[in-house]
Structure formats: structure tokens, C-alpha cells
């Protein structure tokens, strides 16, 4: 079992940054695959990126070369660095937990969930 808990959202200007925060709440953090989704108004939640057990990373096309993806097993925590950000990456982000360890994009392999935080861009 681990909880979830996002930080660092909020509003931004287009072509700025954010880095969000997921901390979690569990003695076997490093065994676990994180990942990040997203959900914009009405839309499907989607994912973002992914971060392995063995380090293995994995972005989303629509965000590769603006956002990275890092973690930090000593602090329980995994980063999503947001760069030259677009009003359509405005969205609820959500930090998922993968007891396998893997860097999947498929939603239904991650387990726990924290509740999200709210990214506005603004044009």
C-alpha cells in the first residue's frame, strides 16, 4: 500500500515552467513504477510519463523534449518538470503508483492514485 500526495500545481503563463511533486507514503517506494496522467476539461485522462523500478523512462510524445520526468527514492518522491508550457497542457495532473515496477503508459497497470493537482496555462 502507498499513498499518493501531488503538489505544484497551478496558474502559469504560456512558455513557462512548473515542477510538480509526488510524495509517497511507504517503506517500498523505490520497488514501485511512477507515473504522471493528466486529465484537460472534458477530455480523457492521458498519460505523461513514466519512471521504472530499474530507472527505465518513458515520455509521452506529446511532451517529449518539454517535460522530465525524476525520482528521488531517498525522499519518497517523483518529479515532473514542465517546460515551455502550452495552454493545452492545462489539465488535473495525477501521480500513479505501479506495485510492478514498470514505466507503463496504460492507466489500469497503476494501482494507487493520488488526487491530483490543477495546472491552468494560460495564453
Known amino acids: 500500500q502507498v499513498q499518493l500526495v501531488e503538489s505544484g500545481g497551478g496558474l502559469v503563463q504560456a512558455g513557462g515552467s512548473l515542477r510538480l511533486s509526488c510524495a509517497a507514503a511507504g517503506r517500498t517506494f523505490s520497488n514501485y513504477g511512477m507515473g504522471w496522467f493528466r486529465q484537460g476539461p472534458g477530455k480523457e485522462r492521458e498519460f505523461v510519463a513514466a519512471f521504472a523500478r530499474n530507472s527505465g523512462t518513458y515520455i509521452a510524445d506529446s511532451v517529449k523534449g518539454r517535460f522530465t520526468i525524476s525520482r528521488d527514492n531517498a525522499k519518497n518522491t517523483v518529479y515532473l518538470q514542465m517546460n515551455s508550457l502550452k495552454p493545452e497542457d492545462t489539465a488535473v495532473y495525477y501521480c500513479?503508483?505501479?506495485?510492478?515496477?514498470?514505466?507503463?503508459?496504460?492507466?489500469?497497470?497503476?494501482?494507487?492514485w493520488g488526487q491530483g493537482t490543477q495546472v491552468t496555462v494560460s495564453s
Open positions: 500513479a503508483a505501479d506495485r510492478h515496477g514498470r514505466s507503463t503508459m496504460w492507466s489500469g497497470n497503476y494501482e494507487f
